[in-house]
Every structure is written in structure tokens, then in C-alpha cells.
């Protein structure tokens, strides 16, 4: 599968290699596992402000439909690629069987800068990007979230834009829309409030006292930062956070409503007042209780993976530990990791919540959000850490394992259709 060769997808393919060799998956079965169901690359032309023409590339990716609708994120940035998006896809797949969702794995990209464009022209990308995709999405075939780049108001054009197609409102045709529009309450803190929650029972597992520990979030866009008020919440002395741009640290802690002021002003976390700056590479080998890589993925490499200083990494972000330093960190039983596909699991799974709500037109109080959200959380990490420690492997093996396995059953009892 050449046409998805990049430095992610075979990432995520040693991943799932590992874990079939631990599983004994027989060979004949690996490559219908592994490999994305269906994938699209579409040109996307637009009339920029100027009067010029630009066509975009844009991608989506859909892994597997053997546990119903493909389910995942919409990502805008420059570097977006076909095999960026295929990883992430086959990732959503193990995080939705891992959680319990009846989905499987999908992510889409369009390959742009969205702070180089006006709004204008966001909404004409967005809009020209869901037609194109028509014919492959729908509530019970492909439902799209946001990601890096996009937000409720992209969320808001795609669906807008499918309902004109179909002649009446379809609400479930995305996740992470405005709660005016049949968005769920509790849908954009669900990843920043799952990762605090799964840390604070990391500590628990540890013997760890919260209200005693310093954390370091990488990336402080929306799950980063509702990570970081979470873990404060908790009892956590936040005290360094970065983004693409910079980043500060003050040893006595970041005062992070002030820095949300800060951020919400200046759109950057750089040159907030009190705090000595910090790059994001710093950032990663800081001294502290608790890193969370909130950004981008392959973060955590064999280069700096052994000077890491930390007892619970968090992976608030996809794919931000490589394989090689996997290996090493393997190694080091001093560090806790919350792998991936369980600890960033908060988004698809209040998506779930808001699929069903707006199936049944029926919709939930964010108490009742939260609570069911922290439930099925618990029972994932619950399981995973009983995984760990009767077959004594990883976290992440141990998560990818329970997720690859529920995949590969459904995938025999439904047959192969000739």
C-alpha cells in the first residue's frame, strides 16, 4: 500500500504489527485488518479575496465499517498527507473498539494554513471540501468531528452544507457542532476533561498525591488547555505550557485564567508576563510529575525519550511517541504512560454521546455528559491496567491489543462477503 507511505502510517503499522504478533493473528487475516477500507484525495478549487483561483488537496480516510459508521476528526494544516490521515484513521479505529463505540476509524484533511486565510474563505473550502465528500459520508456511513485547525464553526458549515444536499437539517452528519445547532454540552472540553481524569487515576495507580505534583502541557489549543484547567482543578501545579509559537514556565506555577486572557488577546501563549520563556523541545525533558503532549505527533523520539523527566506521560495527542522511543521508555518503569488511544479517547466518545442525541432528538445536561463519559473511561483504563499486569506488557500494548481484538473478532463473526 505505497500510496500511503509517510513516517506516521508506517508508525502506527509497526503498532499494529507488534500487537499481532502478541495476539498470534494468523497472516491471511493481518492486511484486511491493517488497511484502510476506502480512502479519497479530492482538488479543492476556491475564489480566494483577491479574485484569484487556488485549488487545495484535501483527504478522508475511512478504516474499517465492520462495527458501524466510520467516525473522526477534520484536520486543516500545511502539512496535512494521505498517510498522515490513513494513521490517524487506523488509530481512531483501535481507540473507538478499545472504548466500546460502535464505530470505526476515519480522518480527513485538507492540506492548508487555516491563519492564512480569511473567514470567508474558510467557509468556501469547508463547504467546496463537504460536497466533494458527499457521496462517501452520511450519519450511518461517515460522521466528521473537528481536529487541529477546525472547530464548531466548521462543524457548523459541513453540516449546513450536507442539509442543503439532502433537502432538510441532518444534525448527525458531525460531532462538535454549537449546542445550538444539536451540539452536545460537554463536547469541546471532552478530551482536555478525560485526559485530566485519567491522570488523577494514574496518580492513584502510582501512589501519587495530585495536589503534590507540577505538570508540563505540550500544545495549548483546545485540549491542551482544558487538560491543563482540569489537572489545576485536580490539584496539579501547572507550571509550563507551549505552542507553536513559544512557550513559558514559572516553577511556582502559571496563573493559566490569566494566561487564557492572555491567549484569547494575543493568540499565542509566548511572552505571557511572569514566566521565563520555553521552547517546545525544553519543554518535553522539563523536570515535573506529569507531561501531557497535547500537539502534534512523533514528539517524543529516541533522541529525547531518554531524558524525559517525568512519572505519568499523558498522551493527550495522537501518535506523539514513536516506536523507537517506545523501546526505550520500556525501559524506564519509573514513567506511566497513558497510550493514545485511551487517554485522548474523551473526544470520540461525548462525539458518541452527541451522534446518539442527535439520532434520537433527545438531548442530555452536561452532568449527565460528564458522568457517563468518566464511566467509560474508567472501565477502559480498568481493563487496560488488568491486561498490563496479568500478561505484563505496556500500557499501549496492552490498550492496542484490547482494541486490534475486538476489530479482528467482529471482522470473523461478520465473514467475508465473496
Given at each position: 500500500m505505497q500510496i500511503y507511505d509517510h513516517p506516521t502510517f508506517r508508525m502506527a503499522c509497526q503498532q499494529f504489527d507488534l500487537v499481532a504478533d502478541h495476539l498470534?493473528?494468523?497472516?491471511?487475516?493481518?492486511?484486511?485488518?491493517?488497511?484502510?477500507?476506502?480512502?479519497?484525495?479530492?482538488?479543492?478549487?476556491?475564489?480566494?479575496?483577491?479574485?484569484?483561483?487556488?485549488?487545495?488537496?484535501?483527504?478522508?480516510?475511512?478504516?474499517?465499517?465492520?462495527?458501524?459508521?466510520?467516525?473522526?476528526?477534520?484536520?486543516?494544516?500545511?502539512?496535512?498527507?494521505?498517510?498522515e490521515v490513513a494513521a490517524l484513521a487506523m488509530w481512531m479505529s483501535w481507540k473507538c473498539a478499545l472504548t466500546g463505540l460502535p464505530y470505526g476509524g476515519a480522518k480527513g484533511g485538507i492540506a492548508c494554513d487555516p491563519g492564512k486565510l480569511s473567514r470567508d474563505e474558510l467557509e468556501r473550502l469547508t463547504r467546496r471540501y463537504t460536497q466533494e465528500m458527499i457521496p462517501f459520508i452520511g450519519p450511518q456511513v461517515d460522521v466528521m468531528a473537528p481536529d487541529l485547525g477546525t472547530d464548531e464553526q466548521v462543524m457548523a458549515w459541513m453540516m449546513d452544507t450536507y442539509s442543503v444536499h439532502a433537502g432538510y437539517t441532518v444534525p448527525s452528519i458531525v460531532t462538535g457542532k454549537p449546542v445550538i445547532i444539536g451540539g452536545s454540552l460537554g463536547r469541546r472540553e471532552a478530551t482536555g476533561r478525560g485526559v485530566a481524569y485519567l491522570v488523577n487515576r494514574a496518580t492513584d495507580t502510582i501512589g501519587l498525591d495530585i495536589s503534590k505534583t507540577t505538570a508540563a502541557v505540550q500544545g495549548f489549543g483546545n485540549v491542551g488547555s482544558v487538560a491543563a484547567l482540569s489537572l489545576a482543578r485536580y490539584g496539579s501545579k501547572v507550571i509550563a505550557v507551549t505552542d507553536a509559537f513559544g512557550g513559558v514556565?514559572?516553577?511556582?506555577g502559571l496563573n493559566l485564567w490569566e494566561l487564557e486572557k492572555y491567549v484569547a488577546k494575543n493568540k499565542t501563549v509566548a511572552g505571557f508576563p511572569d514566566a521565563e520563556p520555553l521552547t517546545n523541545e525544553q519543554l518535553l525533558v522539563l523536570p515535573c510529575d506529569i507531561l501531557v503532549p497535547a500537539a502534534m505527533e512523533r514528539q517524543i523520539t529516541?533522541?529525547?525519550?531518554?531524558?524525559?523527566?517525568?512519572?505519568?506521560?499523558?498522551?493527550?495527542?495522537?501518535?506523539?511517541?514513536?516506536?523507537?522511543?517506545?523501546?526505550?521508555?520500556?525501559?524506564?518503569?519509573?514513567?506511566?504512560?497513558?497510550?493514545?488511544?485511551?487517554?485522548?479517547?474523551?473526544?470520540?466518545?461525548?462525539?458518541?454521546?452527541e451522534w446518539v442525541q442527535d439520532l434520537q432528538s433527545f438531548f442530555w445536561s452536561e452532568t449527565e455528559v460528564v458522568d457517563k463519559l468518566f464511566r467509560i473511561l474508567e472501565t477502559?483504563?480498568?481493563?487496560?491496567?488488568?491486561?498490563?499486569?496479568?500478561?505484563?506488557?505496556?500500557?499501549?500494548?496492552?490498550?492496542?491489543s484490547l482494541g486490534i481484538k475486538r476489530v479482528q473478532e467482529a471482522k470473523r463473526v461478520r465473514g467475508l462477503f465473496p
Open positions: 498470534q493473528i494468523p497472516e491471511f487475516e493481518r492486511a484486511r485488518i491493517k488497511f484502510p477500507k476506502r480512502s479519497m484525495t479530492v482538488a479543492l478549487p476556491i475564489h480566494r479575496d483577491d479574485g484569484t483561483t487556488q485549488v487545495f488537496p484535501g483527504y478522508r480516510v475511512q478504516h474499517h465499517l465492520t462495527l458501524g459508521p466510520t467516525k473522526g476528526g477534520l484536520r486543516y494544516h500545511p502539512d496535512v498527507t494521505l498517510g514556565h514559572n516553577s511556582n529516541e533522541a529525547n525519550a531518554g531524558k524525559i523527566q517525568c512519572r505519568i506521560l499523558a498522551e493527550a495527542a495522537n501518535g506523539p511517541t514513536t516506536p523507537e522511543a517506545d523501546v526505550i521508555l520500556d525501559q524506564r518503569p519509573e514513567i506511566f504512560v497513558l497510550p493514545d488511544v485511551l487517554c485522548n479517547a474523551g473526544g470520540v466518545i461525548v462525539s458518541y454521546f477502559a483504563y480498568t481493563q487496560i491496567l488488568t491486561v498490563s499486569r496479568k500478561q505484563k506488557l505496556t500500557m499501549r500494548l496492552a490498550a492496542l
